[in-house]
């Protein structure tokens, strides 16, 4: 027998009216070249109306994919709003990607509509746009740049004000299957291939929810959240809409991460809690310590959840001395993204505490997650066993996108299913479980290094490098960097007839790779070092590193 | 296009899993005769296993119901997961019905287990049992006592812990559509008639999650919670799911709830948070302030969500001066029960706040409300406007149990669907919300009585009085009490003819209602007030006892 109870799903129109109806007051600040622009909560779902109505005007139908090219904004929030509300599928490009991967992106997606950020056009205007794209629309513009070049290629570039104009005021939101999906977004995360992670209304709703638990991020409404982690991410790591739900203030500092620029918006909005990369926070801290930023500035700010790399003591207990609490946290793009946060159980003292808090987190209320060996048994949760970290639940992917497959399924190697037929993500990441549950990442079974929270593949750089005619052979590891983290740092064996001075293969890379992803340093080695089976030894490499 | 993200179901069988995996060493108190007695979540969930295994035993198929006749207590508890995580419906009887009641309700959910508290075993003794009945379970009982009446009619009574024993220590949990009916839980809340409301494992998993968020309850790891409201009543108003799925250590009293056993078990179980009707924290305040209980004891405790009628702002400020929040929650059998919850919002001064916090609360995130007036139109929310409070969201009920009917459902007539097809439940309550979206319930408009958080039909007691000899005409209307919040009071005027002395109306009525629901006053009266049509003014009679 079914249960009788309201058959209520759960989508991001749920989100839109909870905050028409009880937060209309609660802001959003946006700090764009200098001017803080803010809106309410009520503007903010006045303007997603008439975003939603310019959408459908301009020729958009239920399950239409739009893609936003964009950093963060009052612009891209309402995006995040109007899109999967009105039946459509978010896209959210990353802004640092190359034009060639941005490409094959659309060609999946086929959106029928690009937003982009007024500092990003010139990256979409060297992008050949798919048929399906309708028009192109410009956030951000200054007044007097709002004429914008007519149509290219035939497709109509417009003034985002003046197209959400043209939109009414009511918005008939329609009623979804909470199962619809409502984003997509592309990652790098588990191999050099990008792959697209498809949210559902139902996974981003309790995702959110899950970021308001008491024992977790608690945001509240009594919170004015700040996502500095670029939206193109994993929904901004899940806290626009999570702040959304809550009734939590708002603040977006555009593309600027820079610590006075996030101070003073901090100042301004009277930002509790935000989010980033631990770079940001170094960054921050320095400053601070520096006497460059005086803590005042900071008073308001209470909490700062940490994910996308490793905190080290340093970076939490100096923060701690200011009256701001680091609060690990792990996910993926695969896991929307909070899979672990870091919490304290009741029953730790101090000196446990100080330590449990250096690992990733516990899972999520909602999440389930277990280590699995080398040989393929369930790692003890001794603080020790390693393997490799799975995940499932509500929010975790169950399949990546793929646009040629009937069923839109792909990346089955990804996942495992366990012997009641439950599946599990495989997450690459290789990690040990305490006794009291929390996680530990000590390293990445995938060849991938993270540079101020991006990934950069070691693979693609080594293919690319290959072809050099200069190169044998050729080894890309990331290395610790106190600044971004890991940064690639490259080592090559020239072919044995190479007569010419040393190559300069930044140059080479340069026209492959955006400039972060490119190594600083080649290193030439007579002989890179290799495995009993011929292999390239990477983890040998990683030994000379350490020892230089 | 639909997400890929992880089909993962919101079912019993996710806590069982998360305490069973996060929260071995949590504890569960029950003091019973003087006794406290404890398990872990380990033990639990252990225990859980074999009770389900038992249950399977006894003949249980998958949507079969099993019925408890029990208060609170660590069984009461293992049944809560076992029945629903092994694919039952769990029927929590309420104990303070009479056998009739009872008997009606058996007959309509036809479980085939009972289990029933040692206490509870005589009333159910009195009841005719259905034909689906396999075997009666009692639980609580002392070990020399556990040499059981042999079958009654055929049926087996069976110990709780021997009957347990007999199942395995592992039971595979079967995977289960979150859609299914998990519990079914009868309410007199609108109407005289009872009827039952069926939720399913999603409403009910829900539920216990926003019970955790920040804004609200907030039920955390570091907390105890104590649920002192039956855990017949609306799952005991979502604690224990909640408690179980945040790793919140629990604590019962079995039937008792005066003050100083409760202030025992706060003490030795290091109670946080506790729930219950006001009537139980008034006595507990006035013994505080005699000095009969000592706040040392209560040093633990912070926070008593407060719901089933109003708080006096005498017992909400004579709490918070032992440091003791009170908080005002409003729900319904039909809301989970959780629909409102009173916190703070982050823009009202101290004036404000003291003004608000006086009012049910704010809607859950996830929960709607509106107020429809009179004449069917929507209420402003204005603080004033007055109408009949309506609700909608996932936990919410969408029809009544109707045994009868093919589909089940029943009583169309609660419910109301807007211009969107949108169905909200009437809740029957009178209420208005402020401009800052708190509501306040000024008036039922059923007739109902609510007597120490238990609901009294009056339109029962006048029918069962109309049946006596003497009485002519006949009301019943609720009266304030300082301890039970209301008691009923019947106005009788008597047949002309009827020349012998005053009836003893209570004894009349015993035959028939519990002693608790019987009247202690009945005042006789010439003639009855009426209205302009004839019909009895009850509005009238309610004045002159405020008169009086």
Not at 36 to 52: C, D, G, M, P, S
Not at 206 to 233: K, N, Q, R, W
């Amino acid at each position: 027998m079914l249960g009788l109870m309201q058959n209520f799903p759960l989508t991001v129109s749920m989100i839109l009216r909870r905050m028409h109806s009880q937060y209309p007051n609660k802001t959003v600040t946006t700090l764009r070249r200098d001017i803080y622009h803010q809106a309410t909560y009520a503007q903010t779902v006045a303007r997603a109306n008439r975003l939603a109505g310019a959408i459908k005007l301009a020729g958009f139908r239920q399950g239409d994919c739009v893609s936003t090219l964009m950093w963060n904004s009052q612009e891209h929030l309402e995006a995040y709003l109007a899109v999967p509300a009105m039946g459509g599928i978010l896209h959210t490009i990353n802004a640092r990607l190359s034009e060639a991967a941005i490409q094959v992106m659309l060609g999946e997606t086929l959106p029928r509509l690009i937003l982009v950020d007024e500092t990003l056009a010139p990256v979409l205007r060297k992008t050949t746009l798919p048929a399906s794209v309708q028009a192109v629309v410009v956030a951000g513009l200054h007044k007097d740049a709002q004429q914008l070049d007519p149509a290219v290629e035939g497709i109509p570039w417009l003034d985002y004000e003046t197209f959400m104009a043209s939109g009414g005021p009511e918005f008939n939101w329609p009623e979804l299957d909470e199962n619809e999906a409502c984003g997509i977004c592309y990652t790098s995360g588990t191999t050099g291939k990008m792959k697209g992670v498809v949210y559902s209304h139902r996974s981003t709703v309790l995702h959110a929810m899950s970021m308001l638990f008491a024992d977790g991020i608690a945001l509240s409404e009594h919170d004015t959240c700040m996502t500095v982690v670029p939206m193109y991410h994993a929904h901004g790591w899940g806290f626009p809409y999570a702040s959304c739900l809550a009734g939590a203030g708002q603040a977006f500092s555009v593309r600027q991460s820079d610590p006075k620029t996030l101070a003073a918006l901090i100042e301004y909005a009277g930002v509790t809690l935000a989010t980033a990369v631990p770079t940001v926070w170094i960054n921050l801290l320095e400053k601070l310590r520096s006497g460059e930023i005086k803590p005042d500035t900071l008073a308001s700010l209470k909490s700062l959840p940490v994910g996308g790399a490793a905190v080290s003591a340093d970076l939490l207990n100096g923060l701690l001395e200011y009256g701001i609490k680091v609060r690990h946290c792990w996910g993926m793009t695969e896991t929307s993204p909070l899979g672990l946060v870091s919490t304290r159980r009741s029953w730790l003292n101090d000196t446990q505490w100080a330590e449990m808090s250096m690992r990733q987190g516990l899972p999520q209320i909602g999440c389930e997650v277990r280590v699995i060996t080398d040989k393929g048994t369930l790692a003890p949760e001794d603080g020790k066993s390693t393997g490799e970290l799975q995940i499932r639940g509500p929010w975790i992917a169950d399949a990546y996108f793929d646009p040629d497959s009937e069923s839109r399924r792909g990346g089955e190697n990804c996942f495992d299913v366990d012997s009641q037929g439950r599946r599990w993500l495989k997450t690459g990441d290789i990690a040990n479980i305490s006794p009291d549950g929390y996680v530990k990442i000590v390293d990445r079974s995938k060849d991938l290094i993270k540079s101020g929270g991006e990934w950069i593949s070691s693979l693609d750089l080594e293919s690319a490098m290959a072809e050099h005619p200069a190169v044998h052979e050729v080894a890309v590891i990331g290395i610790p960097d106190p600044v971004w983290q890991e940064r690639p740092l490259a080592f090559v064996s020239l072919v044995d007839n190479w007569d010419q001075p040393q190559p300069d293969f930044a140059a080479f890379l340069e026209a492959r790779f955006p400039r972060w992803q490119i190594p600083e340093r080649f290193v030439i080695l007579k002989e890179l070092p290799k495995g009993a089976t011929g292999k390239l030894n990477k983890a040998r490499l990683r030994q000379i590193t350490n020892s230089a």
